[in-house]
């Protein structure tokens, strides 16, 4: 947590996880990633380095950057705008500004 002035205490934004990107890294992960194959040239049909795909592994997705999101449906030949239409006939109402905190793993 970061603090405010005065003894409020506000969320830190590195321990956000917010929902849209959560849903958009969920789908990515669920329909256009096989885990039983090599990551190496799954990365390269999506455009992206491996380490992008590293990341979207975990549940909570991260901060997929819009440049990123567009590279990989160009090479899935899907509009940035027809992704997103997926994404809200799937999650609907819940697409706010909404966040989760960021899952802590044990040490």
Same mark, same amino acid.
């Given at each position: ?9 506000? *969320? ?6 917010? +929902? ?11 329909? !256009?990633?096989? !885990? ?16 992008? +795909?590293?990341? +979207?592994? %975990? ?5 997929? *950057?819009?440049?990123? +999101? ?8 899907? %509009?940035? %705008? ?13 697409? &706010? ?9 044990? &040490?």
């Amino acid at each position: 947590m970061a603090k405010n002035s005065g003894n409020k205490k506000t *969320p830190d934004p590195a321990g956000k996880i917010f +929902l849209l990107d959560k849903f958009v890294c969920a789908y990515i992960r669920d329909n !256009w990633i096989d !885990w039983t194959k090599p990551i190496e040239p799954q990365s390269k049909e999506l455009g992206v380095h491996r380490h992008i +795909l590293t990341k +979207l592994q %975990s549940e909570d997705g991260y901060r997929i *950057p819009l440049s990123t +999101l567009a590279i990989m449906c160009f090479y899935k030949n899907i %509009s940035l %705008s027809d992704f997103f239409q997926i994404i809200e006939d799937k999650h609907g109402s819940k697409i &706010n500004d909404d966040f989760v905190s960021k899952s802590v793993k044990g &040490n």
